[in-house]
């Protein structure tokens, strides 16, 4: 299933952007010209030893922490996963890109609590020339993650 099937299966109104290549969410940002802490970073982290994965959801503007997600999950090693195993749990979407639904790739999300301080969340689509705007409550009524301060504090506001 697709992440737009997965989206529309569970009914979440979303709107796309169409916006010119970026590698990162510092560039999407500024792209769609909105502040960093409204960008919505997905990084995926392999627990014990990559016998599981973690998707972690942060603010572009800041760093995962990666003793406060060991910390979230009860003590267990955290390292971040590799461009292979990235790719191995989202097959649809272009290189790097991971969008911050873990239920769709059968895995355990954690979001960081400064998101919840915002209406909106932006994101990658699935691929480096779009992103998907979308309301922070309908995200958490599909997502159910677990909501927890796991990033250090903001690194920069933009990336110029």
């Known amino acids: 299933m697709t992440l737009y099937e997965f989206m529309n299966k569970h009914r ?5 952007y169409a916006h010119d290549e ?6 999407l940002a500024e792209a769609l010209r909105v502040p960093g802490r409204n960008v919505a970073k997905t990084v995926l982290l392999c627990a014990d030893h990559g016998y599981a994965c973690v ?8 760093q995962v ?13 955290i390292r971040l996963a590799t461009q292979t195993e990235i790719a191995t749990h989202c097959p649809g979407c ?11 790739l059968g895995i355990r999300t954690i979001v960081d609590s400064s998101l919840a301080e915002h209406e909106d969340l932006f994101f990658q689509g699935c691929s480096q020339r779009e992103a998907i705007r979308l309301s922070y409550h309908d995200y958490c009524e599909v997502e159910h ?7 250090r504090q903001e690194v920069a506001t933009s990336c110029r």
């Not at 922490?65 to 090693?77: I, P």
């Not at 272009?94 to 769709?104: A, R």
Request: aromatic content about 4%; charged content about 15%.
């Open 94 to 104: 272009d290189h790097g890109v991971l969008p911050p639904f873990g239920t769709h």
């Open 12 to 16: 979440l109104a979303y709107k796309t």
């Open 22 to 27: 970026v590698h990162d969410s510092q560039h």
């Open 145 to 151: 993650p677990l909501v927890a301060q796991i990033t």
């Open 55 to 62: 998707l972690v959801v942060v603010p572009a503007t800041a």
């Open 65 to 77: 922490d990666l003793r406060l997600v060991s910390k979230c999950l009860g003590g267990a090693e």
